[in-house]
Nanobody, 120 residues
Framework: VQLVESGGGSVQAGGSLTLSCAAD????????MAWVRQVPGKEREKVGH????????SYSETVMGRFTIDVDISNYTMFLRMKGLSPGDTATYYC???????????????WGQGTQVTVS
């Protein structure tokens, strides 16, 4: 298994949650990594991405200022730190990786199994 997410759960509106993505070392070191969320019946949304070895994350407008991506290089782990959560953030959150940050998200090469975040 190459990407493994953890940390999902249920939280009240306004609360915080941190997701983790443990990656295979080769994937972590050689790919752009992203957090992508999806609600059933809707398109996948990339909420942010980062090059782990040069961590200057980019974020979608919908989460900028509320979500933060950072990495633990020594443990090949990427985090998504979420605050100010609202019901609109309810989704399955996936960790993904691809050689190109700019590729359309549906073409990204590596995916985790997803972790559910529910905000009420």
């Amino acid at each position: 298994v190459q990407l493994v997410e953890s940390g999902g759960g249920s939280v009240q509106a306004g609360g915080s949650l941190t997701l983790s993505c443990a990656a295979d070392g080769r994937i972590f070191s050689n790919n752009c990594m992203a957090w992508v969320r999806q609600v059933p019946g809707k398109e996948r949304e990339k909420v942010g991405h980062v090059w782990p070895l040069n961590p200057r994350p980019s974020y979608s407008e919908t989460v900028m200022g509320r979500f933060t991506i950072d990495v633990d290089i020594s443990n090949y782990t990427m985090f998504l730190r979420m605050k100010g959560l609202s019901p609109g953030d309810t989704a399955t959150y996936y960790c993904a990786a691809d050689p190109y940050c700019s590729n359309p998200v549906n073409k990204w090469r590596y995916w985790g199994q997803g972790t559910q975040v529910t905000v009420s």
